[in-house]
């Protein structure tokens, strides 16, 4: 695969760790951006393929994907994406599609949909549980 820019690849984990929560019914994550930046540093550096996107990485790989999670309600060629970067959803054209398609899609050679279904379990870990909402507890 071509090596993609920062954007790309930031756009790439937006959307992959969308689908992994969306995965696990997941419809909002609360607490903000310190929360959400702590937790995914921690799933980031436990995660197996993270050395598949060099342009993600240190102290600010959790603020990337905090911008990148506001940037996602605008963007195209994706399937999911994350509202008030707090609320995973499948984008227009994609909710007839099974989240598990919609990961089968996005998978490649830097992750499978197993490891995106894995990169999300590693956030939701990370997060307070009373932050988590899914479908049974909104």
Same mark, same amino acid.
């Given at each position: 695969m071509t090596m993609q820019t920062k954007d790309q690849q930031v756009k790439h984990v937006v959307e992959g /760790?969308?689908? !992994?929560?969306?995965? %696990?019914?997941?419809?909002?994550? &609360? #607490?903000?951006?310190?929360?959400? +930046?702590?937790?995914f540093n921690r799933a980031w550096r436990s995660w197996a393929p993270y050395g598949s996107f060099p342009a993600i990485g240190g102290i600010s790989a959790g603020?990337?994907?905090? /911008?990148?999670? !506001?940037?996602?309600? %605008?963007?195209?060629?994706?399937? &999911? #994406?994350?509202?008030?970067?707090? +609320?995973?959803?499948?984008?227009?054209?994609?909710?007839?599609?099974?989240?598990?398609?919609?990961?089968?899609?996005?998978?490649d050679d830097r992750a499978s949909a197993e490891d995106w279904v894995t990169l999300g379990d590693l956030l939701l870990d990370g997060l307070k549980p009373g932050h988590v909402h899914t479908h049974g507890n909104r």
């Open positions: /760790l969308a689908l !992994g929560v969306l995965s %696990r019914g997941v419809v909002r994550v &609360a #607490g903000g951006k310190i929360d959400m +930046e702590l937790a603020n990337q994907i905090w /911008l990148g999670m !506001g940037k996602s309600e %605008r963007r195209t060629g994706v399937r &999911a #994406g994350w509202a008030n970067h707090s +609320e995973p959803y499948l984008l227009n054209g994609f909710e007839q599609w099974s989240t598990g398609e919609c990961l089968e899609f996005l998978a």
